[in-house]
């Protein structure tokens, strides 16, 4: 079986599984890594989010055999490392905002919620209401408006 | 329940008194503290009631669920830890409605202990607790507030008295405060100090007194969820998260049609080839594949050749099922009033909704020859021990039913279908599985909310409403989980006018007479349910048939005002005939700025409804211009838009109002996607929906940008439901607000429904494959 060498929450790690496995199955079924969550397997509820250098992406819809060695996957398991705190701000301000519910989205929402932070600032601008209307990960427990209170907090935060 | 006057009914036997009342409770025998009380010692306040009544004012699914856990003398246990800490286990299910935050803070109320000392986990299935073990109604809190703070009383009781000895002080002269007693003298101990030296060998009764309410220093704070931080750090370990030795990913291929059946798969040999492959067996539900990963059991469903048999609603679709619930309806009687009153007559149709939650239908089981034990998010959990030891040919003692928070229900997890499904696979494949249900099995094969028509009669004249008939028909609700079994053996214990009421009828009946209510003065009133097909896999969603109802009645009364007239306020403040519903909505109508001018096509609309024993009125504003309907958001169905939402509730005495919060923007969610844009489509004998771009439930785009809650304050000494409590008048204000805005009566919701916006997933093979062009999506 061929092996698979990427770059998970900061070390390299190997595993031996085909190359056409999802991202997501490697992560959770395989490495035991189960922040990020399974809502759909195709790309649209968004659970799952994590980073790949980075940004946000969803692990149900990446091969394995698809990442390259040096690519950096950051689950919500590794985000509070990337600022070397115990939490990222915006994981504080979603514990500020009590916005979890049962809790099951909100790794992805918070991946998520990371990333759009970082993209507005690449393009030299803060986050807009249509920024928030765009985000794509569901919460059925519907905790939205918490969710975009705690984001514009993060945003302040980080 | 028409509305002829007669005497009071008196309940004084059953009312709940002022005054501060004793319990009885108990020291356990234990190496540490363990102090205990009668689950059965809930009391739900009932006091005398005025004429002209509905059975809920009465008496309503509260009192119900209550009063079933009166006669199992079981108990539950507060225990003391060497550590300092309080444990309790809660036999019910957290699936987000913060049920163990509000008892921690219960306990930490009682205990004098700080609320992160506080730890409150899910028990397994308690058999003993009999019907005592049921989450659902938005019952916890009100069936459990008093019996837990009982418990941690006595263990506080059974400190001050360790301590008085440890100290050498009296009890009446030590003081506790955040787990330390402290003697006059300044000397003191701690709560973990005292944990053995409180501990008792025998079991001893002992009888405490509860803080009074205006002690309370935590019950009525705003505080955050226990499991916060394990939620955002991706800690918090749901069912699929468990590491169970050996449970390998488990998914089952289902049948193209609803409930078919697999007759046999053709290519199994092949199958068992295939990377990652472990095990395949047929179970009565389809074929199940055991793999390393959930990405090979799907590579493995969607290779597999089956032959099916049909299923039982083949071929039927949207239009026969109406047709048929079309010929169920009984007709509406001819009102006996003034022949020159105004007749206000409507018919609404409620297409079928999915109730699944994110986390889909999981479990996890472990089958050997002499037993086995089941890890999954159960609201009922006795029941799916007896149904999961049934399907396995043992006895209930053998079957050990572990209870795991869920990611959400919404009424999904009443049902035990994914652990009695993951006990057959995993016995007959002989090993430990973890069976988790494609997204795409959930709305095509899991419980839905079933699809209602409900008519309305109403009669007005001169300014009065003479008459207000509804009638439901319904596809059939399954009760099966239990709440039937309450009815059976509580319906009794009712007060007589209700059991002579209720007598008779089926328990979805039952159901729909013990949660609807009509709070308004309107005359002759009533609400009936007539059933029909019960072919489907239906359950309770969140709020039951309230939602429906409550668009129905608020849409006929917005109608009715009109006519007279009125202003949809104004003529709410008029005929409400309670006045706790109506200060919510008159709070929702002053908040939310009432009547304030909007331009064409952009309208308010508000409504209210009562149950739960409490109650909650809603008000929004709703943009309808074709700008808005047709913005274009990547990917999305946007529809109108609802701009404003407030929010007023009484929820009688709230635990933890940033919780009740937090569930009122829920329910609000629910209740907007319910009008707005979340159903299934049944054709050709399936649901076409199969994930969550054809199931259209609120997202961000359709998220009101101005959102506000109204905690209303209560005098209340008893807590009501909050879980469901925002929903009705959520769906309710937004239908009202859109018939104004856009001059229209809506009469199918969800109203999108005429639109089918996806092109439907393949059913051969049942899952669809997940993308390989992730990368291409990043940001």
């Known amino acids: ?158 | 329940m028409t509305a002829h006057a007669h005497d009071p009914l008196s309940l004084s036997g059953r009312a709940l008194s002022v005054r501060r009342r004793s319990f009885l409770g108990y020291v356990m025998a234990g190496a540490t503290l363990v102090a205990a009380a009668d689950l059965g010692l809930a009391q739900a306040a009932r006091g005398a009631v005025p004429s002209g009544v509905q059975v809920p004012e009465l008496y309503d699914l509260e009192d119900l669920q209550t009063d079933a856990a009166q006669p199992t003398a079981n108990l539950i246990t507060v225990t003391i830890n060497e550590d300092g800490t309080a444990s309790f286990a809660i036999p019910r299910m957290e699936v987000g409605q913060g049920i163990t935050t509000s008892t921690a803070m219960l306990i930490a109320e009682e205990l004098d202990l700080p609320l992160d000392k506080v730890i409150v986990t899910l028990a397994p299935a308690r058999p003993e607790l009999v019907w005592n073990q049921l989450t659902g109604g938005s019952n916890t809190t009100v069936s459990t507030y008093t019996p837990v703070r009982v418990a941690a009383a006595i263990a506080k009781g059974a400190l001050l008295d360790a301590a008085a000895i440890q100290l050498g002080a009296e009890v009446a002269r030590l003081q506790s405060h955040e787990g330390i007693i402290t003697a006059p003298d300044g000397s003191s101990v701690t709560y973990g100090e005292l944990a053995t030296r409180a501990a008792s060998t025998t079991d001893r009764t002992v009888q405490v007194e509860l803080k009074d309410a205006s002690d309370f220093s935590v019950i009525g704070t705003p505080r955050n969820r226990d499991d916060a931080l394990a939620a955002v750090t991706g800690q918090k370990k749901f069912a699929m998260d468990l590491h169970v030795p050996g449970a390998l990913p488990t998914m089952v291929c289902r049948p193209p049609t609803l409930n078919g059946t697999p007759k046999r798969l053709l290519n199994k040999r092949e199958i068992l080839a295939m990377p990652g492959v472990k095990n395949v067996a047929k179970v009565d539900t389809g074929i199940a594949v055991r793999a390393k990963t959930f990405g090979q059991c799907i590579d493995a469903i969607r290779k597999m050749d089956v032959v099916w048999n049909p299923g039982p609603v083949e071929g039927e679709s949207d239009q026969t099922i109406l047709a048929r619930l079309r010929k169920a309806e009984v007709p509406l009687a001819v009102p006996d009033v003034n022949p020159l009153a105004k007749t206000v007559e409507e018919s609404f149709t409620f297409m079928f909704r999915s109730s699944a939650a994110l986390e889909p239908n999981c479990a996890v089981a472990d089958v050997r020859e002499d037993g086995a034990t089941i890890w999954a998010g159960l609201k009922v959990p006795i029941l799916a021990q007896q149904n999961i030891a049934r399907a396995l040919g043992m006895t209930q003692d053998q079957v050990r039913v572990n209870v795991i928070t869920g990611g959400g229900s919404f009424g999904h997890k009443l049902f035990s279908d994914a652990a009695i499904e993951a006990a057959k696979i995993s016995q007959a494949m002989g090993e430990p599985v973890r069976l988790m249900w494609h997204r795409a099995d959930e709305p095509r094969q899991g419980r839905l909310h079933p699809m209602v028509t409900s008519r309305i009669r109403a009669t007005h004249l001169a300014g009065q409403v003479l008459s207000f008939e509804q009638r439901n028909t319904s596809v059939v609700t399954d009760f099966s989980h239990g709440l039937g079994e309450i009815i059976t053996s509580t319906i009794d214990e009712a007060p007589t006018e209700v059991g002579r009421t209720l007598g008779g009828l089926g328990f979805s009946e039952t159901i729909f007479t013990l949660t609807q209510e009509l709070p308004y003065d309107f005359g002759l009133v009533t609400q009936l349910l007539d059933e029909t097909d019960d072919r489907f896999n239906t359950g309770s969603m969140r709020n039951i048939y309230s939602p429906d109802t409550a668009v129905a009645n608020e849409l006929v009364i917005d109608r009715i005002a009109k006519q007279m007239g009125k202003d949809p306020l104004a003529f709410r403040l008029e005929f409400l005939k309670d006045d706790r519903t109506r200060a919510a909505l008159q709070k929702a109508a002053d908040a939310g700025g009432w009547g304030r001018k909007l331009p064409d096509g952009v309208a308010q609309g508000i409504a209210i409804h009562k149950e739960y024993k409490g109650a909650t009125a809603v008000l929004v504003e709703i943009d309808c211009r074709p700008a808005t309907v047709g913005r274009d958001i990547y990917h999305a169905v946007t529809g109108p838009r609802v701009t404003k939402a407030v929010l007023a509730v009484d929820a009688g005495l709230v635990i933890n109002p940033r919780g009740l919060e937090a569930q009122m923007i829920g329910g609000f969610s629910d209740g907007m996607a319910l009008t707005l844009t979340s159903s299934c489509h049944l054709r050709d004998g399936h649901f076409l929906e199969a994930s969550w771009d054809n199931y259209f439930y609120t997202r961000q785009w359709n998220v009101p940008p101005e959102f506000e809650v109204h905690v209303m304050p209560s005098d209340s000494e008893q807590p009501g439901g909050a879980g469901e409590a925002g929903v009705a008048a959520s769906a309710a204000a937004v239908a009202c607000a859109y018939a104004r805005a856009t001059g229209t009566m809506p009469t199918r919701f969800p109203i999108n429904h005429g639109t089918l916006s996806f092109k439907p997933k393949s059913f051969v093979p049942s899952v669809p494959q997940s993308p390989v062009n992730g990368l291409d999506h990043t940001y």
């Not at chain 1, 395989?30 to 759909?40: A, I, Q, R």
């Not at chain 1, 905002?97 to 690449?122: E, F, N, S, T």
């Open chain 1, 1 to 158: 079986m061929p092996k698979q060498t990427f770059v998970l929450n900061g070390k390299s790690i190997t595993v031996d599984v085909h190359d056409d496995v999802r991202v997501l199955w490697v992560l959770r079924d395989l490495l035991g890594v189960t922040g990020p969550k399974y809502g759909c397997g195709i790309n649209v509820c968004k659970a799952c989010t994590s980073h790949i250098n980075g940004r946000a992406f969803s692990p149900c819809s990446v091969r394995v055999g698809d990442l390259r060695p040096d690519d950096e996957v950051t689950t919500i398991e590794g985000l509070p490392d990337t600022v070397g705190e115990d939490l990222h701000p915006m994981q504080r301000a979603w514990v500020d905002r009590d916005v979890a519910q049962c809790g099951y989205c909100q790794p992805g929402q918070i991946m998520a919620a990371v990333a759009l932070v970082r993209k507005v600032r690449r393009e030299g601008r803060a986050i807009t209401e249509s920024d928030l209307d765009g985000i794509r990960n569901i919460c059925r427990c519907g905790t939205y408006t918490r969710i975009r209170e705690a984001i514009r907090q993060g945003e302040r935060q980080m």
